[in-house]
């Protein structure tokens, strides 16, 4: 008896589904793609319960003659290739006559379609046909997809929660509106309206579709090319970023592709202007001669062979380059300043003579307060901010230094910045060899009892104890202190929140907003409430009091930018990178100088941390001098020429 046999078609059809339908999102990007093959100028699609329930697609392309109906059912029928050299010049997105096949052998499909006359109803349950008849359809097609996979139950243990599979829907109907933006999109879920699109042919408009105007303001064109291969898109400048690469679109001859050379070239085009962790926002569209690709590789041709991959490559890379050498990188201070501008004003202000950084904003809080609270002030028109200059002593006893000294002593414990100090402290403050009073906590610790010696370049500290030596990198003393201290507060999660005068709004593509909607429970239990608002946006109200002033949204921007990257991330993991991203934001940077109280201050505050030998991104923060190293540094120590060392 014979083992050997051929499998039944609908057998053989859901075996390919396994790798054609892999999710409600698979359904959702061969129907599309079939209707761009169509011709279409407009493309609707519906979905409800994630693409579960249904998927439904309605476009105006020029439809399917009567004839072919059933052919279009069967395993690898297709109109886009003929013979074997075809496969080396492939125009079309679908060429290997899979998708239908495998569809409609896991669900119950329904399809109408016309070429302008009668139209044609074909219905299939399970890969069987339960229906064939005339249509009253208008020219094109439109096709539902229900009950995916009610015949293969195990394929629904491997799905993710409905929040998850939209968004991946939503990703692809995004990719194929950028790919194509000559077609019309929209794109609907249990009756809300997620995208829809012109189809004028402009990107612009699209990405506006679908990261918003402001995003779109922040992006520049490239192009390049050579005699083959032709490049072109948009690309964002160095300020606008985003936490993976997933926000990079690769287009090859109208297909969405994912290629780790191309994205990594998009990557190398910034150079050092991008910050490390950092990827920007790009659609890239690449017109190659199809000979050169080989997309036959894949069931789901996302994945292709370019041949002429690296010098396709370089062609980005210097484009992005050339566009971003032509532009003026230095951000908009208008922008920078709106956060600001929509709360009360700052109380510092950098001003020549004071010599104050932006980061210098109540900088030593953390340093001196236990407990710190934002200033409350009175908002201020910019006819009432004065500058505050101090040229020679004599200035010091201005009225408008003075009000200025008077706002820096109302932080409880803080220093006074200007005039008031007895000469008596101006020089015992001066004194390297004062000790200041160790806690019994310092002492415990087995951390050295620092005498505050000096400053080197408005970066390192000077310290000496009985034995040795230190130098401490002031930015990485603060960012332990700071740390230890968001640590605790990030986990007292109470009714203590600032409220926002002018709310802050946040914009995102529908694929994201569905993601944050599925982790706002998440993001309750560090006190980031977002309320949505409007159709891909969210509104903040309020935001946690230990938030930096002026900088509350790009704060939660970061924040959320670690639910969109990893979607699993834990409550713990999420308050460690946000300890960490606080404790950076409100150190003192390098180039800023201390005075003799604030350096001493912040070596007082070092001993009293659980680890105070290192930054939360594990670089030391000190490293120490033996008298005896400082001695080999100036040969003090050398061979007294009467060894009786013997030469070999």
Sequence with gaps: MAEIHELPAILANQISAGEVVERPASVVKELVENSIDA????????VIDSGLKLVKVVDDGKGIHREDVKTAFLRHATS??????????????????????????????????STGGVGTQVEYSGGKLVNFSDSDARKGTSIEVSDLFYNTPARLKYLKSPSTELS?????????ALSHPEIAFSFTSNNRELLRTAGRGDVRQVLAAIYGINTVSKLVAIKGNNPDIKVSGYVSLP??????????SVILNGRYIKNFALTKAVIEGYGSKLMIGRFPLAVI???????????????????????EEGLISRIISEAIRNVLADQRLIPDAVSNLHGQRQSDKPIYHSQEGLKLSSDSQRPLSMIFENDPQPLKTEPLSDDDIQPVVVKNRDDLQKDSVLDFDKIIRSEKNSVPVFGSRTDKELKDSNSPLQKP????????????????????????????????MYLVDQHAAQERVNYEYYRKEIGKVGLDEQKLLVPIVLDYSNSDFLLISDHLDLLKKLGIYLEPFGANSFIVREHPMWFKQGQEEDTLKEMIDWVLSDHKISVAAFREKTAIMMSCKRAIKANHHLDDRQAKALLEKLPQCENPYNCPHGRPVLVSFTQEDIEKM???????????????
């Design 39 to 46: 011709g279409s100028s407009e493309v609707d699609i519906t």
């Design 80 to 113: 886009k290739i003929t013979e074997q050299r075809d496969l080396f010049r492939v125009r079309t997105l679908g060429f290997r006559g899979e998708a239908l096949p495998s569809i409609s052998s896991v669900s119950h499909v329904l399809m109408k379609t």
């Design 168 to 176: 991946k829907i939503s990703d692809i109907v995004n990719r194929l």
């Design 239 to 248: 300020e606008l970023t985003r936490s993976s690469r997933n926000y990079i």
């Design 285 to 307: 569209n690449v017109f190659a001669d199809p000979a050169l690709i080989d997309v036959n590789v894949h069931p789901t041709k996302q994945e292709v062979r370019i041949s």
């Design 437 to 468: 009073v160790q806690t019994q906590l310092e002492n415990s610790t087995g951390f050295p009892d620092l005498r505050y010696v000096g400053q080197v370049h408005g970066t390192f500290l000077v310290a000496e104890d009985q034995d040795k």
């Design 634 to 648: 100036f040969k003090r120590i050398q061979d007294p020429h009467n060894t009786k060392r013997e030469f070999i």
